[in-house]
């Protein structure tokens, strides 16, 4: 089982993003759990959300504590330690970030999805760009699916900039 965890601040839309990601890899045929952590959660406060991913039935039910990836939605979060809470060795953190990051343990890579959202979109709502370079960079859900699952969530044509920011994410990582 791959445990995501995924950080923003309100109104970024990181409980969307983990809805998106579990219906992508529902449609390539595996198991999958999104879901947000609830708290006093409101607009430019820190939210958590997170996604599991698996090829047998998800049993457990708790938030993630020992990430395999995390995705930083605004790397003005990396101050919190939360952020980087249960990291191992091998996990991998995906930044929201112009400027290089450097964290222990764990690997990152930094992808600058404010710059792309405000192109596409006018907005710097980076969750579906994000969506974009995870899937690119894991291979964890098939970008046919991503777009699928973007299409399910945003219809019309707010799903057609949203795929449009995926699909750009997507092909700027695997560069």
Known sequence: MIEIRLHGRGGQGSVTAATILAKAAGYDNKYAQGFPAFGTER???????????????????????????????????????????????????????????????????????????????????????????????????SLESLLRAVEDVFPGKMGEANKELVKKAYEEVKK
């Open 43 to 141: 607009r430019g406060a820190p939210v958590k959300a997170f996604c599991r991913i698996s090829e047998e039935p998800i049993t457990i039910r708790s938030q993630v504590y020992e990430p395999d990836f995390v995705v930083v939605l605004d790397s003005s979060l990396l101050g919190l330690t939360e952020v980087m809470e249960g990291l191992k060795g091998d996990s991998l953190a995906l930044i929201n970030s112009k400027n290089p990051v450097k964290l222990n343990p764990g690997k990152s890579v930094n992808y600058d999805a404010t710059s792309l959202a405000l192109e596409v979109l006018g907005k710097p709502i980076v969750n579906t760009a994000m969506l974009g370079a995870f899937a690119g960079i894991t291979g964890l859900v």
